[in-house]
Structure formats: C-alpha cells, structure tokens
C-alpha cells in the first residue's frame, strides 16, 4: 500500500479553529501554485508507482476553478485511474454540478465534506460560511453524479455546544445516511481565532467532562445507527473505513505534495515548508531518516487510534520484539487502559477519551 496526498492551500475565508497549512484564495496564485505542484510531482513520479489511494486535501480544493481543477486531475490520471480510492476534500457550499461530473470523469470516488455542524449559531462561531442546506445540496448534487462514497467532517465540544446541538448534528447525519462520517473534538490550537479570543477573555471552552458526556453519546448513537467505531474519530458503514486514512495509521508510506505536505517514503519522512513564497522556490523543508526506535513509537501512536488497535504477531514481525517490553505498558494493562485479546492489543472504546495517557509513553 502507497498513498498520494496532494494539498491545495486556498480557502475562502478561515475558519476560527484552523491551524492547517492554508491561505486566503487569491486568483493569481492558483495558476502559479498548480504549476509548482505539477513540477513537485513529476519530481517525485518514481515513488509513485504503485499508488493505490489519492486524496487531495487543504485548505479547500474546490475553490478552484472547473478549468485549473480539470488540469490537475487530468495530469494526475495516470495515478487516479490505477488507485482504489480517490478522494477530495470539499467546502459543500462550493460543490456545483460541473464539477462533480469532473470529478466522476477523471475518477474520484470519495467525496470528504467540511460540515462542522449545522447549527447556524456554531457555523457562525466556527468562521464557516454553508448552512445545512447548502450541504444537502451537495450531497444531492454528488449522488446524482455517480459518488456515493461521501464523508461528512464535523467538530463537536465547541464553545457554547450543547447536548441538543450535538443531537440534531447527529440526527442530520442519519438522515443524510452517507456511509463515512468524522467527529473531531474541537483542539484549540495556537494562533487560530480562537486561542487569540481566549487569551482576550472572550470565549469559554466547555468542560472535559462534558466533552467526554457528548463523545459517548456519538459512539453509542452512531453505533445504534449502523456505523462501526474503527478509529477514535472515525465511523463508517461496512467496507466504507477510509483507506486512505487506514495507511497514515497503520504506517505506510505515502508521498506528500504541496506547500505544508509531509510524506514518508522509508527510511525518510520529510515536510514541505508551509509558507508559499518558501514553498515555490524550495519545495522541501526537512527530511529526517526515520529510525527503527522513532518507527516504532509511531506504529503504536497510530496504531493505537484504531478501535481494533495493534497486532502483536505484526509488530514482532516487523520489529523482532513486543511492544510490552519496548514500551512501558504493564501498567495500563493492569489499570485496564489497554487490553490484550487474542493477537491485538487495543485501547477500549470507553477508554478512548483518556487515550493520552498511553500515548504519552511514545513521545
Ligand atoms: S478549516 Fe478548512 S476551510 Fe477552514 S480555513 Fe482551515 S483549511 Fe480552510
């Protein structure tokens, strides 16, 4: 397994919570920036034999134009037409009909949208410029186009959220009844709108605990409905799990484009600088050989998201040992943290939301 990511940094505007590699859309660059990302992979197309998942992430691809958005899928064809999943990331209220019709020609299969919520009073709070029926549309939109594999992303434990907010997302979601869906708790991360808001005293996070209330009440709810927990943020109907998203956590390499893009093509991982102007004349900012003690420590971190956790007859495979004595692990075995059951080793589902307390002991 070998994935492509390919990130397109333009937005419409930035949302409150965001600390992605993204800028603000300005027409001129989008020429530019489709030129450089075409060098860097043609630069990088003998790592690319053998791609079997593409996902072209942001930032917000869609805010390109059908014609520059039909020269990158046309020049990625090769790759798209040999890969099982193909996916793009979309703001919903941008999706038109043209462009699902390219995006079916040219071969994507799976449409991941930024939802959020679709409480208008949270759009608003989270710098999101849709409304529920923009998303609706899109679906329509997608559906009547071929896609049926559509994600929707939502964030949940914003300020100001309560229980009903988090029901009625919910709600929304079976009755859209697409087959992938994302719940992110909302991580305040340094200079994003929201951190400057708090350290001026104007925004109030929620509690943990009620946080940890509203993330069991989408597990159970989201499994009443059909959908399997396969990773702490993730659920899906069967044979919908993301296989794009499975190779970062199982490990596996994939190659990275773009400005802010990291890629990991063993023994290397590298980054690509996050700035534009850096980006367009240097490409990549570091890479750093990976050794097998760093490799280790992020097959567990990854690992270790996934509900059915790590083999442990993999891992001695691969590493001629056990993570039990590579790790100090015992102890959240006995505390019951961490479980052991045939060949896995797997954080339960009721265990997730302390889940950082073991991965503290791989950083
Ligand atoms: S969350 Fe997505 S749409 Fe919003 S600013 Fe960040 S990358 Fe752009």
Same mark, same amino acid.
């Given at each position: 397994?070998?994935?492509? +990511?390919?990130?397109?940094?333009f ?10 590699p @993204?800028?603000?859309?300005? &027409?001129?660059?989008y ?17 690319? /034999?053998?791609?079997?998942?593409i996902y ?7 805010? +390109? ?8 899928l ?15 990331e ?5 999706i ?8 079916? @020609? ?8 930024g939802?959020?919520?679709? =409480? ?40 100001n /959220? ?8 919910l709600?929304?979601?079976? =009755? ?12 305040? /991360?340094?200079?994003?709108?929201f951190?400057?808001?708090?350290s001026?005293?104007k ?5 943990d605990?009620? &946080?940890?209330d509203?993330?069991? #009440?989408?597990n159970k ?11 702490? =943020?993730n ?14 956590? @199982? ?18 991982r ?11 004349e ?6 750093? /050989? ?24 993999y ?18 075995i ?12 797997? #954080?339960p589902?009721?265990k997730?939301? #302390?889940?950082? #307390? ?6």
């Amino acid at each position: 397994m070998r994935g492509l +990511y390919i990130h397109m940094p333009f937005c419409k505007q930035i949302c409150s919570y965001c600390d992605f590699p @993204k800028m603000v859309s300005s &027409i001129e660059n989008y020429r530019i920036y489709l030129d450089a990302i075409k060098k860097e992979i043609n630069s990088k197309r003998n790592d690319l /034999e053998g791609i079997t998942s593409i996902y072209i992430g942001g930032g917000t691809p869609n805010v +390109y134009p059908d014609n520059l958005l039909e020269e990158l899928l046309d020049y990625i064809y090769p790759y798209l037409k040999n890969s099982k999943e193909n996916t793009i990331e979309c703001n919903p209220e941008l999706i038109t009909d043209s462009q699902a019709k390219l995006f079916y @020609k040219y071969g994507i299969n799976r449409v991941s949208l930024g939802v959020q919520s679709i =409480s208008p009073s949270a759009l608003s709070l989270l710098g999101r410029h849709h409304k529920m029926e923009d998303v609706t549309q899109a679906i329509n939109i997608l559906r009547a186009n071929h896609i049926q594999n559509i994600s929707m992303d939502f964030i949940f434990g914003f300020p100001n /959220e309560d229980i009903d907010t988090l029901l009625a997302d919910l709600d929304y979601v079976y =009755s859209m009844n697409v087959p992938h869906v994302s719940f992110y708790s909302l991580i305040l /991360e340094d200079k994003t709108i929201f951190s400057y808001l708090l350290s001026k005293g104007k925004l109030k996070l929620l509690d943990d605990d009620i &946080i940890a209330d509203m993330y069991d #009440i989408i597990n159970k709810r989201m499994k009443e409905h059909g959908y399997k927990h396969y990773e702490v =943020s993730n659920y899906a109907k069967e044979g919908f799990e993301s296989i794009h998203n499975e190779l970062y956590w @199982k490990e596996e390499e994939y190659v990275g484009i773009g400005m802010g893009a990291s890629g990991f093509i063993k023994p290397y991982r590298y980054s690509n600088y996050k700035s534009l102007k850096k980006y367009l004349e240097l490409v990549e900012e570091e890479k750093i /050989e990976i050794d097998s003690s760093e490799e280790k420590k992020e097959f567990m971190m990854l690992g270790l998201r996934m509900l059915d956790g790590i083999s442990l007859s993999y891992y001695e495979m691969k590493y001629h040992s056990s993570p039990i004595l590579d790790f100090d692990l015992s102890k959240h075995i006995d505390s019951g943290i961490l479980k052991i059951e045939d060949d896995r080793l797997f #954080i339960p589902e009721d265990k997730l939301f #302390i889940a950082n #307390i073991v991965y503290e002991e791989f950083v």
